[in-house]
């Protein structure tokens, strides 16, 4: 692997910009999960660097995750969509996982949700996992979770999230049997993501919603 090479290493952050938004022309022009796993591995690498590209990294990789759940969507009502077979479907799992890796390192790195970085949360959160209906509860758990850890205040107080965050836990946790059939992670990730949102609240108390969730 090139990026692997000390050398390359070296070499990239002096033209990591230019490369990044190759990889996101591309990208948005075909769906190859290579180019998402490629852009997952800079992002690990130089998370400090791309920090100030963090929401129009977050940005290109919704819009083209969005447009291509969508087109899985067609395809499984058509009765084509074959997974492990689906290179568009393979490359959404790959910028669903950047998106997770962009969340995680930049908040490892400054012990803090940066503006930018809390804007990429609420992309995810708000746009791009309602899109893909309930596919990935265990990214958002990660993601919340987060969030939660270095930014409590910052998360109680965005009324839009915690009641996303608790319509996700709703639906995941009210699935009729039939429903829930291949869910069962998804649920203890959901239960695992509230108790640390519960944990976190600065006031120490549950809110209406909140307690209905965990009686659930």
């Not at 708000?126 to 309930?134: I, Q």
């Amino acid at each position: 692997d090139m990026l692997d090479q000390q050398a390359i290493q070296q070499a990239l952050p002096q033209v990591l910009a230019p490369v990044v938004e190759t990889i996101l022309s591309l990208n948005s022009r075909c769906e190859n999960d290579s180019l998402a796993m490629v852009l997952e591995k800079l992002v690990s690498m130089f998370a400090s660097e791309l920090a100030p590209f963090a929401v129009q990294l977050c940005g290109s990789l919704r819009d083209t995750a969005v447009r291509i759940a969508g087109q899985a969507q067609v395809d499984t009502d058509s009765g084509f969509a074959d997974f492990e077979d689906n290179g568009p479907m393979m490359a959404l799992v790959g910028m669903m996982r950047t998106i997770i890796t962009l969340v995680e390192s930049f908040t490892y790195l400054r012990k803090t949700v940066s503006p930018s970085v809390w804007r990429v949360i609420e992309h995810f959160v708000l746009v791009l996992v309602p899109s893909c209906d309930l596919d990935y509860v265990d990214e958002v758990a990660v993601v919340v979770d987060n969030a939660v850890t270095y930014g409590p205040m910052t998360f109680w107080g965005n009324h839009r999230l915690l009641v996303a965050v608790m319509d996700i836990a709703k639906r995941v946790m009210t699935m009729s049997d039939d429903d829930s059939y291949g869910y069962s992670n998804e649920q203890e990730s959901v239960l695992e993501m509230m108790e640390a949102v519960l944990l976190s609240n600065p006031s120490g108390s549950a809110s209406e919603g909140m307690q209905q969730v965990v009686q659930m």
